[in-house]
Structure formats: C-alpha cells, structure tokens
C-alpha cells in the first residue's frame, strides 16, 4: 500500500483537474482505509486463495451512490484504485519482493524519507488533514473509524526525519506512481460518471504463494474464489478441494478437513495403487471414503504428444460417471485426489470449473499451480529415476489447453459431457450449488 502522504498528493493532483464539492471530505476519504488496515482495504483472496486483490466491485455495489454524491466515499474508493495500481507498479514492473526478511520494514522506511519531499513537491500541509465525525455515516459499517486519532498520526508524518538513505521507493518512483495514479483515478471518475466499464478487481490480482492446505501433502487445494464468467459471482470455498494422495493424514488435517465440513473422499488411484498404499481416509471414521478407480492416468504417457490424449481418456473412462454422481449427492465437502493431484484430478477439476462458468484462463492457471505445489515430488522423481522425460510429467499450459479443445469439439461443454456419461439434471444442479 502507498502512504498516507502519497495517497494525499494523488488527491490534490487529482482535484486540480477534476472538479470536486468538498475537498475536505474527499481528502480525509482519500487516507481512510489506511486507518484500518487491510480491513479497510476490502482486501480478498480469490482462485483458491493463490490470488489476493482489493474487492473494488463490494465497495461499489455498497456504496455506488454515495461514490457518486458524497466525496468521502469517492476519496475512499479511488484510495483503492491507487492502491491495486501500486501494488501491480512495485511488486510487478519494480519486481519488489516482500518475502525478504526486513524488506516490508525498508519499504516503510522510504516513505518516512520520501515524505518530506513529496510534501514540499506538491505541496502539502497539517492544515490539509482535518478531521470530523463521520457518526451514523454508512462508511461505519466497513470498520471502526477513529478520524480524529488517525488524523493526528497522520500530521506527525510532516515531521522530518534523521535519515536519508533510501533503500528502494525513490523521489523518482513516488512521482511516477503518483502521475500514474491521477490518470487512473480520473479515468476511472469519468467511466463512472459515463456508465462506462470500471476496474475490474479479478483482473488486476496478483499471486499469492501456493502452498498445500495439509500438513502432509503437497498439492491439497481448494476449487473456491474463481470467479464465474456466467455471473461474475466467485465460486464458494470450501466445498470442493482438489489434492494429491493423503496416505498418512495427521491429526491436524484430520480437524482441519473436519472444520471445513470436507467429509467425502473420493480417491481416484487404481488397485494397485490403493493396495500399495492404502489411503488414510479408508477406514477413518467420520469420513465417506470411495476408492472409484480411473485406471486411465495410472502411468505415464509415452510422449508429450499424447498427454492431452490422456486426459481426454479419463474423462472418457467407465467410472468417471461415479465419480461426479458421488459429489453431486454428497450431503458434504468433498475432496478427490488421485496420486500427485495433477493429470485425473486435473480432468475433474478443470470440468467442474468450465460447469460453473469460470474462464479457460483460469482452468488453466489452476492446473499449473500443480507444477509450483509439486516440485519436490517432481524433483525427486527426476533423481531416482533419471531416464523419465520430465516434459512428459511436470504440467504445460499446452496440455491443458489440447485438452480443452477437445473436449468443447467433442462435447460443447461440460453440461453437455455430464448429460451424455449419464448423470441427469438434478445432479448437475447439486454439482453447481455446492460450488456457486
């Protein structure tokens, strides 16, 4: 997030060009959300908690009249607006990595630097960060405000500082994204002002580290927080998960899944597979366990011309009806798995996503998340067994998308493909609900 002070230049540049009824209001509404933290940013997680963005489309839909009327809100949300540009401006084109032990700590440093001159740059003064109730405003019902103690930390940012070394954001950044962020904001008043299309959040997420949802797998993960293309709704979290084998859950997954309601297992490895290592949810009580097997995607494919292939095979495979007529009736989560999570678990996950109306895109970018969640699983396989053409193992876009193609020319779409294998209209109603 920008400063304060940064978001405050961007607010007298931006009222310097567009009329406004209260500065006052619009000032104020411009730092607000830094008030609160990421509370009052609207920050969420979205595409199975791999994405974060700013849910500029709540804040809208809350409050799109008062955006219009009242300044207070209008400086609140294009704080929003400045805040998804600097987030893709600094971690995206300045590639800043936040993940460095200390680095979040340097970043605040330089605004402490950097305050003074953009105070002196544009022109900046106490006087211009005057507090007043907001009581019985709608804007409360977002968190709780306290204007007058937020406005009095923010006048000590106008005290200098005995430092000076800057160890990344320059003057020269700090202009550059303010420059930015005027044209945006005003750009994006005018679309408002016109009706025309606004800054679409989903669009301007950026990656959040993947990582398993279990202790003791390596590639669990949820379906939820795609967002549906039919009607821009996201798909609801913790109904469908997606995972490699869990042979040895601990107790800590075993709560975990229990928390989330996920109560249905639905393990598609083959015979010997499940003999040699049997799952540990076979036998568990409080857990549904259903061993359907799709003996297709059991081995390796002998080229990577034929990898998409494969995938159409599974689909195509005698049991996998079962497989979506038992999520459709379970009463509860499920969580289907096959060995690594990536080609069988891949086929089903990526056609529940295309029945709920998410993008290719986004079918897409959720099968790679494998190739992130599953390199030490990869890389092992890679030593023991050297003479295994990796191209063949570790996702590619590529064979995704083969398959998709495939898959829309030979079915049309995923309705279509559940129709056909068997299942009726009310378990694909089931299937859908559990996930919008």
């Known amino acids: 997030m920008a400063s304060s002070l940064i978001h405050l230049a961007i607010t007298n540049e931006f009222a310097n060009k567009i009329k406004v009824k209260d500065i006052k209001r619009l000032r104020m509404g411009s730092m607000l959300p830094d008030n609160v933290g990421p509370k009052g940013h609207l920050k969420i997680s979205i595409c199975g908690n791999h994405k974060k ?6 804040f809208r839909k809350k409050f799109i009249e008062l955006i219009k009327e009242d300044d207070l809100y209008l400086g609140y949300y294009l704080h929003l607006v400045q805040d998804i540009l600097y987030r893709r401006y600094v971690y995206t084109e ?40 907001i009581d019985g405003q709608a ?21 200098p500082v005995d430092f000076d070394d800057i160890y990344f954001f320059t003057k020269e950044m700090a202009d550059e994204f303010i420059s930015k962020a005027v044209e945006m904001c005003i750009n994006e008043v005018k679309n ?72 249905t297992i639905i393990d598609m490895r083959g015979k010997k597979d499940v003999v040699r290592k049997p799952s540990g949810f076979a036998k568990r009580e409080g857990f549904d366990y259903h061993n359907i097997q799709i003996d297709e995607g059991s081995g390796l494919p002998e080229t990577v011309e034929m990898v998409s292939k494969l995938y159409m095979a599974i689909a195509q495979s005698k049991n996998m009806p079962d497989v979506f007529k038992t999520i459709a009736n379970a009463k509860d989560g499920v969580m289907i798995n096959c060995s690594a999570g990536k080609d069988r678990t891949g086929v089903v996950s990526a056609i529940l996503l295309s029945l709920c109306g998410v993008s290719r895109k986004d079918i897409i970018y959720d099968y790679m998340i494998t190739k992130v969640c599953n390199k030490e699983r990869f890389d092992l396989l890679h030593k023991n067994f050297p003479e295994v053409d ?30 056909e294998i068997g299942l009726v209209e009310s378990e694909i109603r089931k299937i859908k609900h559990k996930l919008k």
């Not at 963005?53 to 709540?58: D, I, R």
């Not at 998308?401 to 995923?414: H, I, T, V």
Request: net charge negative; glycine share 4%; aromatic share 14%.
């Open 139 to 159: 804007i409360r019902s977002l968190a709780e405000f306290n204007i007058e103690e937020f406005a009095a930390k923010v006048r000590d940012y106008f005290n």
């Open 53 to 58: 963005t700013y849910n500029l489309e709540y």
């Open 94 to 133: 300045h590639n800043w990595n936040p993940l460095i032990p200390g680095n979040v700590e340097r970043l605040h440093r330089d605004y402490e630097i950097c305050n003074s001159y953009v105070i002196e740059k544009y022109e900046l003064t106490k006087e211009m960060i005057e507090s007043f109730s």
């Open 192 to 263: 408002l002002q016109s009706g025309e299309e606004l800054i679409d959040s989903y669009e301007w997420a950026w990656d959040n580290m993947p990582s398993s949802l279990l202790e003791t797998t390596l590639n669990t993960r949820d379906l939820g927080g795609y967002r549906s293309d039919d009607d821009k709704t996201y798909l609801n979290y913790c109904r469908i998960l997606r995972s490699d084998v869990q042979n040895y859950p601990s107790n800590r997954d075993i709560k975990y899944l229990k928390n989330l309601g996920i109560q």
């Open 390 to 419: 990796m191209n063949i193992v570790i996702p590619k876009e590529r064979y995704m998308q083969e398959f998709l193609d495939m898959f829309k020319e030979r079915y049309g779409n995923a309705e279509a493909y559940l129709l």
